[in-house]
């Protein structure tokens, strides 16, 4: 038979049992004051009442009344051992929903708290095993077990209850019980909508959460801030290696546009086409150099002399229209008796050539072409009236290069200069009175003209000055140094005339043998002559004049001479027939002797 079981005490409105504050009373004082309430409940009568007695009187029946919302803790744990005024409210406490079990939670959900000091915690299940649910010991023999709590009832603290059932695969959750009237629905239930009540204020708008408070675990470890990132600075040798690879690739990238571009423009891409000024066809002023070369060049031949041991290369100007052409005998003279010679035209025409005739001592010759038209003579000017300084036109052929024009001053006048000497007899040597320029003259340029600013001839370009060996004036040998000279054009004129007409030149003398090696100032006449004669011949210009063996010439129309070349020099100069005036000094004293310029053929 079933023991009869001690009527349940009558819960009053004060007796709901409430959590002690931690710390307020000990744990046996609790258990105690339990144990006195459930053995006075079970001593105390039992006060039957009626119902109708007890609604009349404002009870309420105890099968009517609402069931407290924590049942007693058969096993008197604190602080909810017994009611009682004196006990502190438990503090307010938010608990996250626990899922079922075997539910997988996410990481970021709230974790269950830590199990109590002394309690022992289950080790982690073993890979691919099921977790346990966890179990709760027995009760002891004899002691009651608390019944289930109610729907919308809070379990007293320490109840064990049986895992919640987790969802069924392919069925919808049940939808959750209405609390009771005027009974709070435990944490985490959801409410069901229903229809408003009239008589019940409507319920203050709350924010959403915000998912900094829907995962919130107050046993969660919360990480400290990360700091800040800084932002990484670039050193100096990062930037110059960034610079230099820009650099490079602007560099790779703008030779290959070139090179694309230049492939395009050879195979026929787009044409280049730079600006140009237009051809002017107005002519040069008359006395520029340009247009003294545009007038003198069509006169201007390119003579080439081949001999039977030697050929050379020279220049010459045409006299007039029959064919006549002025140059040097050194030009000429490699031809000999049986040479041969051509002379090119400035047009490109070539025609063969002859010796009318030549003079060493003047270091002139005529060549003439026979059958050729369209020739174009070059007008003589006069040699006495160039002053130094004048500018001047060489015209010639230097190193075959015809057609050369270089240009320059007058540099000095009546330079008396001794050209040629190559044989021993000096039968080569030639004496000029010269005209000094700085217009360059080289081999090739001999026997060219030198012309003034409105292109007439002044000279004919027959020696300069070497830098080579210093040897000495020769007929254009070595190179240019800005020292050359012109046969005077009155001279080359005269004897031009002479071997056109004859053949022959006409030299002037004095009736004289000088003494060469005399080393003092002045012409020394020599006192033996030349071979069985006497040194003054006799009924001579010298003859006439008074001059005697021995006696020393030093000046020519007060022109002082230094040297027996030097007269010569000045008498060449003149015609035969021309009087001159010279200063003598004998036995210490000077006196002036005048004389008529006699004439002797050129062998």
């Known amino acids: 038979m079933d023991e009869p079981k001690a009527p349940k005490p009558k819960p009053k409105w004060w007796s709901r049992p409430v959590a002690a504050r931690p710390g307020d009373q000990s744990s046996d004082t609790a258990e105690g004051a339990e144990e006195r309430t459930e053995a006075a409940a079970a001593q105390a009568p039992v006060e039957p009442v009626e119902p109708v007695d007890a609604l009349m009187e404002g009870r309420v029946p105890e099968e009517l009344a609402p069931r407290p919302l924590h049942e007693p803790d058969p096993y008197s744990t604190p602080p909810y051992g017994g009611p009682g005024p004196w006990a502190p409210a438990p503090p307010v406490q938010h608990p996250v929903a626990t899922p079922a079990q075997g539910t997988h939670v996410p990481p970021g959900m709230a974790q269950a708290p830590p199990p109590a000091p002394g309690m022992a915690q289950a080790p982690p299940p073993a890979p691919g095993m099921a977790q346990a649910p966890p179990q709760t010991p027995p009760p002891a023999p004899g002691t009651p077990q608390a019944p289930p709590p109610a729907p919308?009832?809070?379990?007293?603290?320490?109840?064990?209850?049986?895992?919640?059932?987790?969802?069924?695969?392919?069925?919808?959750?049940?939808?959750?019980?209405?609390?009771?009237?005027?009974?709070?629905?435990?944490?985490?239930?959801?409410?069901?909508?229903?229809?408003?009540?009239?008589?019940?204020?409507?319920?203050?708008?709350?924010?959403?959460?915000?998912?900094?408070?829907?995962?919130?675990?107050?046993?969660?470890?919360?990480?400290?801030?990360?700091?800040?990132?800084?932002?990484?600075?670039?050193?100096?040798?990062?930037?110059?290696?960034?610079?230099?690879?820009?650099?490079?690739?602007?560099?790779?990238?703008?030779?290959?546009?070139?090179?694309?571009?230049?492939?395009?423009?050879?195979?026929?891409?787009?044409?280049?086409?730079?600006?140009?000024?237009?051809?002017?066809?107005?002519?040069?002023?008359?006395?520029?150099?340009?247009?003294?070369?545009?007038?003198?060049?069509?006169?201007?031949?390119?003579?080439?002399v081949r001999g039977s041991s030697e050929e050379g290369t020279g220049t010459g100007f045409v006299l007039d229209k029959q064919g006549h052409i002025l140059t040097n005998n050194h030009v000429v003279q490699p031809a000999g008796a049986d040479g041969d010679i051509s002379v090119t035209f400035n047009s490109g025409q070539d025609a063969k050539a002859e010796i009318i005739g030549r003079?060493?001592?003047?270091?002139?010759?005529?060549?003439?072409?026979d059958r050729v038209s369209g020739l174009t003579p070059l007008p003589l000017g006069n040699s006495d009236s160039v002053r130094v300084g004048d500018p001047v036109v060489a015209i010639g052929a230097p190193f075959d290069l015809a057609g050369t024009v270089t240009s320059g001053i007058i540099s000095a006048k009546e330079r008396p200069i001794t050209a040629g000497g190559e044989k021993e007899d000096g039968s080569d040597v030639s004496y000029v009175d010269a005209l000094q320029t700085d217009a360059p003259i080289n081999p090739g340029n001999s026997g060219g003209p030198l012309v003034d600013r409105k292109g007439r001839v002044i000279g004919i370009n027959s020696a300069i000055r070497a830098a080579d060996d210093g040897s000495g004036l020769g007929g254009g040998q070595g190179g240019s140094i800005g020292l050359g000279f012109a046969i005077p054009i009155n001279q080359g004129k005269r004897v031009a005339e002479e071997l056109i007409n004859t053949g022959k030149a006409a030299h002037p003398v004095i009736g004289v043998t000088l003494d060469m090696g005399y080393t003092g100032d002045g012409a020394r006449v020599n006192t033996k002559g030349a071979g069985s004669g006497p040194p003054?011949?006799?009924?001579g210009p010298g003859d006439k004049a008074g001059i005697k063996a021995g006696d020393v010439i030093t000046e020519v129309d007060g022109v002082p001479v230094h040297s027996g070349q030097e007269l010569i020099v000045k008498i060449r100069s003149h015609r035969p027939g021309d009087r001159l005036a010279l200063t003598v000094k004998r036995g210490g004293k000077k006196r002036t002797a005048e004389l008529t310029l006699g004439s002797a053929s050129s062998g």
């Open 359 to 369: 003079d060493t001592g003047y270091d002139l010759a005529v060549v003439k072409v």
């Open 536 to 539: 003054v011949t006799s009924g």
């Open 152 to 304: 919308g009832m809070t379990p007293p603290h320490g109840t064990t209850l049986p895992p919640a059932a987790g969802p069924v695969p392919g069925q919808s959750a049940p939808a959750p019980m209405p609390p009771h009237p005027g009974m709070t629905p435990p944490h985490g239930t959801q409410l069901p909508v229903g229809p408003a009540d009239p008589h019940r204020p409507a319920p203050m708008a709350q924010p959403a959460p915000t998912a900094q408070w829907r995962g919130y675990d107050p046993w969660t470890v919360v990480p400290p801030p990360a700091a800040p990132k800084t932002p990484k600075t670039v050193s100096r040798r990062g930037a110059w290696i960034a610079v230099l690879l820009i650099a490079l690739v602007a560099g790779c990238v703008g030779g290959g546009i070139g090179a694309y571009a230049e492939r395009d423009n050879a195979s026929g891409g787009v044409d280049v086409k730079l600006p140009q000024a237009p051809v002017e066809k107005e002519a040069r002023a008359p006395d520029s150099v340009a247009g003294i070369a545009a007038s003198s060049l069509p006169g201007v031949v390119t003579i080439h």
